[in-house]
């Protein structure tokens, strides 16, 4: 069985960035809730669209997220699970449905995030993050991986990512502190750079 890893942290942490070489290198699934809801943002389902919660930074309802993931956990043979669980109950839920090899943390200060966050481009073809300074493509607007264009999330402005952290500290900081208490969260420093940050949790999961 590959491995079933968690990857935790803000807003901008670096979570897709890592969990892509993860996915590579490992062989194993990238399960993200975030691309999952953004490939269905007008799905008209009970709760509304997905996309009248994103726009605004809020959490989509636990429903809407918690299929999505019973779904793509149950279809993989090992993954590495970004973006859920963002809330407590979510965390209960993920409890039920599966266990898990490794609980990573990637730790970014606020300022650091915000910076991140209004500058990240993604390619509109393949899901590739690329960041206006930190992480720029060949050339400007395109991308390096399949020639697609680049562009802004709706949700990466300024005010929607001041909205995103302080939803992040309410309901996302809860389900690192239980992580925490269970003693199962590996903390690393996600200020590092992409390849700095990779060798950290490699050294974490070869052990795992
Ligand atoms: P998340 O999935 O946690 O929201 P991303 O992986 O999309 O985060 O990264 C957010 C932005 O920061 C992207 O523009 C990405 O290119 C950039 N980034 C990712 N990791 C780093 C890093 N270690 N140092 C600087 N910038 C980074
Ligand atoms: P980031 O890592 O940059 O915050 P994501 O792509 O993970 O962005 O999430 C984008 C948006 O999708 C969130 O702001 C939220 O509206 C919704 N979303 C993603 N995952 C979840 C989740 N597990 N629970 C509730 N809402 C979610
Ligand atoms: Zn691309």
Request: charged share 25%; hydrophobic share 0%.
């Given at each position: 069985m590959g491995k079933r890893i968690l990857l935790l942290g803000a807003p901008g942490a670096g979570k897709g960035t890592q969990s892509k070489r993860l996915a590579e290198t490992y062989d194993v699934e990238h399960v993200t809730t975030g691309d999952a809801l953004r490939a269905n943002k007008d799905m008209e389902t009970e709760y509304g669209t997905p996309r009248s919660f994103m726009e605004k930074g809020e959490l989509v309802p636990d429903g809407m997220v918690n299929e999505i993931v019973e779904a793509a956990l149950a279809d993989a043979d090992g993954y590495v699970l970004d973006g859920y669980p963002r809330n407590l109950s979510q965390a209960e839920y993920l409890t039920e449905i599966t266990d898990l090899d490794a609980v990573l943390y990637l730790k970014v200060a606020e300022d650091e995030l915000v910076e991140r966050l209004t500058g990240r481009r993604v390619c509109s073809e393949c899901g590739t993050n690329f960041h206006v300074k930190f992480n720029q493509p060949e050339e400007e607007g395109v991308c390096d991986e399949c020639g697609g264009e680049l562009v802004q999330r709706d949700d990466d402005t300024e005010e929607t990512v001041r909205e995103r952290l302080s939803v992040f500290e309410e309901n996302t900081e809860p389900v690192i502190e239980h992580y925490r208490d269970e003693g199962v969260l590996v903390e690393i420093d996600?200020?590092?750079?992409p390849d700095e940050v990779f060798d950290d949790i490699e050294a974490v999961l070869d052990d795992a």
């Open positions: 996600g200020e590092q750079t």
